[in-house]
Each structure stands twice: as structure tokens, then as C-alpha cells.
């Protein structure tokens, strides 16, 4: 089984389509602070309270830290679901993953490891019911990490939401709008052993590039070129905490009057028992057509390779590209014949579209789907109790 504590790489295209939703939630309680400036964690008293107190409850009084941003925003996100749902009655609000990174982004956050969930209720005690149910089903997901909780009245229905982020690097603020081309410092400090740390960053249709990394004594720094003319710059912080590399932060940066494309393809469909990973190749695939790269042909031998990954990381119970029983995806392929070079991206997410939306919005992932040397892809899923868990592997076979 794997472990709910696995990190998910949350998508940030679609921020502009809920602004009105989140800025009006925002002014209903009263306008919240951006989510740099300081403030204090204060809860109100009812439900978001009690809430607390039933997390401290189950967990042990200390053994999560309360973030006032992360209230507002998980405020923001009850108020976003609302708008979006009509209050939620009914649906799967636990693992819509990409509305909270969505209110995270629009507070300024910069986490890239966020486990958000809500619950809807027609009273206060049902809600704090489910919410207690769920602390104690998958208390990993709030044990050592902080957490904010937040919740709403609205349309008759009752609204909790929590939102609980892993902070691997901690950074100062950074701007989030450019009026021109320039340069952003980014700064940080790493929170236990980081090695390989790395920043990414994708221009506006251009090509990924890295940015030089300073590290002293634990800090960090790097300073990011924003030069490809007006758009949303992706900003991407890589670094390898075991199991290979892992995105540690992700975010936008608009220069100009730029704002983030929404992805929307339209595939068939292939039909049976690997429909989703199928839908997934085609996403790539049509994607890759889109942007003048030569398509990728389906092959058997890497797709059995990317489905044994997926079913290692579900069975052992980590979220990575080197396995403690396989390794990496070059030992796991030496006993293909003919690859000259061999790639791999990862994805959990609820849907194929969500793994695709996801790996377009990380530089590294979308630098490897765009990757004009490869001629081969097979894709591998199983379900989880986290959703689908997604290997995609790439290869350039000899002629």
C-alpha cells in the first residue's frame, strides 16, 4: 500500500480562472493579509476551533505547527470550492489537489508538497466528524508539518478545509510580477539533508534552463533571468532528499501583462484495462505534435518497465525514481537491448488529464516530455488509495 504521505506535484495552470472567487473570499472575511506578511494564527472560535483542538487531540498537543496564511488560505479555499461547487455536496473534495494549490499560489505560497482536504456537511458536527475520521485514517499527512485550517458557512452547508505543507526549503520572498524583463534573487535555507539542489526555470514558450545555485552553510541562492519577453515564467527548485530527484518548490512569475495558458487537449480514448495510461501516452503524444516534436511510438518493453515501477512505488511504500529494491531507470532498463538514452517522469494524481496538466506545469517534467531525441514511450498506472499513480518512460532506441 502506499503511504498517504507521498509527496503530490500540484499543478498551477488555471490560477487566473478562480482570482474572483478567491478575492472575494478574501473581502468576506474581512481581507486577508498577502501571505508574506506577518500574522497571527488565529482561529475562530466554533468549528475551526474545535478543529484544531481534535487535531492536537489525535496527533499529541505540539506535534504540528499552526501557519495564520495557511488559514486564510485554507479559508480561501472552503470560499473556492463553494464558488466552484455550489458548497460541495456530494463530491470527491479530498483530492482536488490543483483548487488548493490554486489559493495557496494566489496567497504568495510557495510549497510545492501541499496536502489539502475538505469536507462538506449540512451541520458543524457532521463536518467535525469527518474531519476527525480523516486525522486519524492518515495522520501522516499533518505529523510533523504545518497546517492551516479554515472554514465557512455558505448556502446552508458547512465548509471545513485543512491545508498541511511540507517545507523541505524555506524561502524569502520573492516578487510575482515583473512590469519588464529582469532578474529575480531567489533565497533560501534547506530543511535537513538536500543534495543536487537545483533551480529550473521555463520562460514563456522558450526552452528550460538552470540557474547557477550558491549554497553556504545550509543557504541558498540563485539568481533567475526572466529575459524571454512578456508571459508567465515557471520557477522550479529541484533537489534529491532520497529516491532520486523531487520538486521541492514550484511557481509562477508574470512579467508583463502574461498570464497562464489553461491546458485543454481532446484525445480518443483508447478502451480497456489501461485506458487511463493510454489516455496519458495520447496527451503526450498530441502534445508533443503540437509543439513540432516528432511523436513518440508505444513500446511494449518500456511500458512493462514503467508499470513494475508504479506497482514497486504502491507495494514499498515511497514516491520516487530510484527504487530501494530496482534502482534507478537505468538499471531498471540494462536488460533492454538497442536504448541509447532513457528518461522517466512520474505523476499521483485523481485522472490522466490531472498527471498531464501536472507534468506540463514542472520545467524538468515538461523538458523531459518535450525531449526532441526520444522516439519510444511506455506508460505504466495503478490505482492507490492517493489515486493513479503514473510512470511514463522514455527512450531514443539505436537505428
Same mark, same amino acid.
Given at each position: 500500500?502506499?503511504?498517504?504521505?507521498?509527496?503530490r506535484?500540484?499543478?498551477?495552470?488555471?490560477?487566473?480562472?478562480?482570482?474572483?472567487?478567491?478575492?472575494?473570499?478574501?473581502?468576506?472575511?474581512? =481581507?486577508a493579509?498577502?501571505?508574506?506578511?506577518?500574522?497571527?494564527a488565529?482561529?475562530?472560535?466554533?468549528?475551526?476551533?474545535?478543529?484544531?483542538?481534535?487535531?492536537?487531540?489525535? +496527533?499529541?498537543?505540539?506535534k504540528?505547527?499552526?501557519?495564520?496564511?495557511? %488559514?486564510?488560505?485554507?479559508?480561501? +479555499?472552503?470560499?473556492?470550492?463553494?464558488?466552484?461547487?455550489?458548497?460541495?455536496? $456530494?463530491?470527491?473534495?479530498s483530492?482536488?489537489?490543483?483548487?488548493?494549490?490554486?489559493?495557496?499560489?494566489?496567497?504568495?505560497?510557495?510549497?510545492?508538497?501541499?496536502?489539502?482536504?475538505?469536507?462538506?456537511?449540512?451541520?458543524?458536527?457532521?463536518?467535525?466528524?469527518?474531519?476527525?475520521?480523516?486525522?486519524?485514517?492518515?495522520?501522516?499527512?499533518?505529523?510533523?508539518?504545518?497546517?492551516?485550517?479554515g472554514?465557512?458557512?455558505? $448556502?446552508?452547508?458547512?465548509?471545513?478545509?485543512?491545508?498541511?505543507?511540507?517545507r523541505?526549503?524555506?524561502?524569502?520572498?520573492?516578487?510575482?510580477?515583473?512590469?519588464?524583463?529582469?532578474?529575480?534573487?531567489?533565497?533560501?535555507?534547506?530543511?535537513?539533508?538536500i543534495?543536487?539542489?537545483?533551480?529550473?526555470v521555463?520562460?514563456? =514558450?522558450?526552452?528550460?534552463?538552470?540557474?547557477?545555485?550558491?549554497?553556504?552553510? =545550509?543557504?541558498f541562492?540563485?539568481?533567475?533571468?526572466?529575459?524571454?519577453?512578456?508571459?508567465v515564467?515557471?520557477?522550479?527548485?529541484?533537489?534529491?532528499?532520497?529516491?532520486?530527484?523531487r %520538486?521541492?518548490?514550484?511557481?509562477?512569475?508574470?512579467?508583463?501583462?502574461g498570464?497562464?495558458?489553461?491546458?485543454?487537449?481532446?484525445?480518443?480514448?483508447?478502451? $480497456?484495462?489501461?485506458?487511463?495510461?493510454?489516455?496519458?501516452?495520447?496527451?503526450?503524444?498530441?502534445?508533443?505534435?503540437?509543439?513540432?516534436?516528432?511523436?513518440?511510438?508505444?513500446?511494449?518493453?518500456?511500458?512493462?518497465?514503467?508499470?513494475?515501477?508504479?506497482?514497486?512505488?504502491?507495494?514499498?511504500?515511497?514516491?520516487?525514481? %530510484?527504487?530501494?529494491?530496482?534502482?534507478?531507470?537505468?538499471?531498471?532498463?540494462?536488460?533492454?537491448?538497442?536504448?541509447?538514452?532513457? $528518461?522517466?517522469?512520474?505523476?499521483?494524481?485523481?485522472?490522466?488529464?490531472?498527471?498531464?496538466?501536472?507534468?506540463?506545469?514542472?520545467?524538468?517534467?515538461?523538458?523531459?516530455?518535450?525531449?526532441?531525441?526520444?522516439?519510444?514511450?511506455? %506508460?505504466?498506472?495503478?490505482?492507490?488509495?492517493?489515486?493513479?499513480?503514473?510512470?511514463?518512460?522514455l527512450?531514443?532506441?539505436?537505428e
Open positions: 500500500m502506499i503511504s498517504a504521505n507521498l509527496p506535484l500540484i499543478s498551477t495552470i488555471g490560477l487566473l480562472v478562480l482570482a474572483g472567487a478567491m478575492h472575494a473570499s478574501a473581502a468576506e472575511f474581512g =481581507g493579509p498577502d501571505y508574506h506578511e506577518p500574522n497571527p488565529k482561529l475562530e472560535p466554533g468549528l475551526e476551533a474545535d478543529a484544531w483542538k481534535v487535531l492536537e487531540a489525535v +496527533l499529541g498537543a505540539g504540528t505547527a499552526r501557519d495564520g496564511p495557511l %488559514v486564510w488560505a485554507a479559508r480561501d +479555499l472552503c470560499a473556492a470550492v463553494h464558488a466552484a461547487d455550489g458548497g460541495g455536496a $456530494g463530491a470527491d473534495l483530492l482536488d489537489h490543483e483548487l488548493a494549490r490554486q489559493v495557496m499560489l494566489a496567497r504568495g505560497a510557495t510549497e510545492a508538497v501541499v496536502y489539502p482536504f475538505v469536507v462538506s456537511a449540512s451541520d458543524p458536527d457532521t463536518a467535525l466528524a469527518s474531519w476527525k475520521s480523516h486525522v486519524e485514517a492518515d495522520e501522516d499527512a499533518f505529523a510533523g508539518r504545518t497546517v492551516g485550517v472554514a465557512l458557512e455558505a $448556502g446552508g452547508r458547512w465548509l471545513l478545509a485543512s491545508l498541511s505543507v511540507e523541505l526549503v524555506t524561502l524569502e520572498p520573492v516578487a510575482r510580477v515583473l512590469e519588464v524583463e529582469g532578474k529575480v534573487v531567489i533565497k533560501g535555507k534547506k530543511v535537513g539533508a543534495d543536487d539542489l537545483r533551480v529550473l521555463a520562460p514563456p =514558450g522558450g526552452k528550460v534552463t538552470s540557474s547557477p545555485v550558491t549554497l553556504k552553510a =545550509g543557504a541562492k540563485a539568481v533567475v533571468a526572466l529575459d524571454h519577453g512578456d508571459g515564467y515557471t520557477v522550479e527548485i529541484l533537489g534529491d532528499v532520497g529516491f532520486g530527484p %520538486v521541492l518548490n514550484l511557481f509562477p512569475i508574470t512579467v508583463g501583462s498570464s497562464a495558458p489553461a491546458v485543454v487537449l481532446s484525445v480518443p480514448w483508447r478502451k $480497456g484495462p489501461s485506458r487511463n495510461a493510454w489516455m496519458l501516452f495520447d496527451l503526450i503524444v498530441a502534445d508533443r505534435e503540437e509543439r513540432g516534436l516528432d511523436p513518440l511510438e508505444p513500446d511494449l518493453d518500456l511500458a512493462r518497465v514503467a508499470i513494475t515501477h508504479s506497482r514497486d512505488m504502491r507495494d514499498s511504500g515511497f514516491f520516487g525514481h %530510484v527504487s530501494p529494491s530496482h534502482g534507478g531507470i537505468e538499471k531498471r532498463t540494462v536488460h533492454l537491448d538497442g536504448l541509447a538514452t532513457v $528518461g522517466e517522469v512520474i505523476a499521483l494524481a485523481s485522472s490522466s488529464q490531472r498527471a498531464f496538466s501536472n507534468l506540463l506545469a514542472s520545467p524538468a517534467h515538461a523538458s523531459s516530455l518535450h525531449d526532441p531525441a526520444m522516439t519510444h514511450m511506455g %506508460v505504466g498506472k495503478v490505482k492507490t488509495e492517493d489515486g493513479m499513480l503514473f510512470t511514463v518512460v527512450a531514443r532506441r539505436q
